[in-house]
């Protein structure tokens, strides 16, 4: 295949010579002053693409790790693969106002069908990998897409199944088509094929992506980004080359970004908050991006890269928490004595370095448990070098977030919807105030409304939803004001957010209760991986739980209680106790009108086939109410 990447292992970042991150961020400022860089003066995704393949052609753009091996993509092969999969489109009568859908795991090729789409004036449709076959046949129709790209033959099977029910879908290609060439369907290409196509015509025009990125209008839908459908069915979000560049401009405004920069792409690119550290940013500032094995070895790359900013979910921080917490545990008596010993220290000098109260001997303990623990911990979690970690997507619990703080790991939270086309807010380095969610990049304006919702406006403002109208004016006002559906506050310019509004709870004796922030002060425990706060016209607040089961698991084994499944251990009275123990004490960080003062283990985990989690692995608080009536309902009339 013609400019195919090298298959000699690359170097990663982590290996070079380079001085490694310090055991807290380096000084980094808030800057406004706009980099003079040619590809901020394209309009669209496209264009800053052939900007940066212009300018920096060899530089290594993307990295793809396959069979234990780093391999390395330039910004100018990037670019001619982006143009071959772009021109094999056009020939098969893709255009402006198309669909392409996308349903693969993160990987290069994501990229490709997802600029090329855009390059042609088409749409980019993500699907996400995890979907059943029924919500891939929703979205495919509800977009009317023509063309879908394919990871593998689990994906090809999922269109098999509703093959008959797509009349629009033209073609599908498959990236890795082992397994699939007997399927009889004529609509099936190879990727192999599909791109050696498009490079075959490319030779023919080679002025052929030059004269389609110079027809692009900005302002039209370049991608459709579908919401996780927490309150119901998900809505396709359409977002310009406007909105996507305005966005990551004045997001990039407020930070140092550079070539240098290392991200590892591993959340879902369906998600509009991973477009913007494996798109958006990379098209903007240069940033190279690093595509695992699989998504069982995130860790491992996480390891390996050492990125230098890193965005992780909520679930992924409280993840990494249990997991440190259970080793420490079960490490020696001497490690678990000095960690606990500098970890404790770490919160206490980090407070004080915020109080600008830092002394001499602060400086020596630091350096000691860099020297003893910190070092240890951030690179076993490869973060050493991370000098912006942000969470986002979902909120976090403070608690968690000042823990990270304690080994040196500035966790900078941030707040922005698919809408937005991503961030609206974020947490300075040098005025990281946990609770909050940041302040607003510049491009928007912001106030609060009458009844406490959040309302933002400006240039990343969304084009509208896909196919639904009204959607859309219930969200964009007539003034240009975006209703988010969050409640929150503003002070000193810092964005709290207290609740969506449409999930608030008011208990019987009135009270307004946020279930996020109840739900958060209970899974800081390395026990508890999902919690539903309910207490709706209730006379009190309960909860369902659903068990961490690896780490009940190592906490039951230690204690020698046997157990067959998660079933047969969340009915473990031993297990009941200790949620006992975990609920009690998150209640300790909750008003009294807040506190979970019963609760029931859900009987098996939550799945996003059976409609209780979205793809984001968000709960569906409609579907959960609905399932576990009975069980929610034995709460209160045993209470």
Known sequence: MANSPSTAPAALPSERAEAPRRSTPPARHLSVAPKDAQARLEPTLPGRLRAFAQTCGDQPALRQKRRGLWEEVSWSD????VSATARVLAEHGIGPG?????LSDNRPEWLYADLAAQALGARSVGIYATSPASDVAMLLQHSESKVLFCEDQEQVDKFMEVAGELPSLQQVVVFEPRGTRGYPDARLTPWSEFLAGGEALMRDDGAFMTRCIAE????????????SGTTGRPKGAMISSRNACEMIDSFATLFEFGPQEQVLSYLPLCHVAEKIYSVLLPLTEGVVVHFGESIDTVQEDLREVSPTVFLGVPRIWEKIHAAVTIKLKNASWLKRTLSAFFLRKGQEIQARRRRSEATMLDRVMWALGDLLIYRALQERLGLRRCWLPGSGAAPIAPELLEWYRCFGVEICEGYGMTELAGVSHINPLDGNRVGTVGVRIPALEQRIA????????GPSVFVG???????TRDTIDDEGWLHTGDIGCIEDGYLTITGRKKEIL????????SPERIENAIKTSPYIKEVVAIGDRRKFVAALVQIEYDTVGYWAQARDIQYTSYQDLA???AVVALVHEEIARGNDGLARVEQVRSFRILPRQLQQDDGELTPTQKVRRGAINERYGSLIESIYTSA
């Open 506 to 513: 008011i208990t019987a004796g009135g009270k307004n209760l």
């Open 216 to 227: 692009l209008d900005p302002d039209a839908p370049a991608m459709v980004v579908y919401t």
């Open 78 to 81: 990037y670019y001619a693969r």
């Open 98 to 102: 198309d669909h392409v859908a996308i």
């Open 571 to 573: 009915g473990k009275d």
């Open 465 to 471: 939803y896909l196919h639904d109208e009204a959607a």
């Open 450 to 457: 009458e009844d406490g919702e959040i309302l933002l406006r």
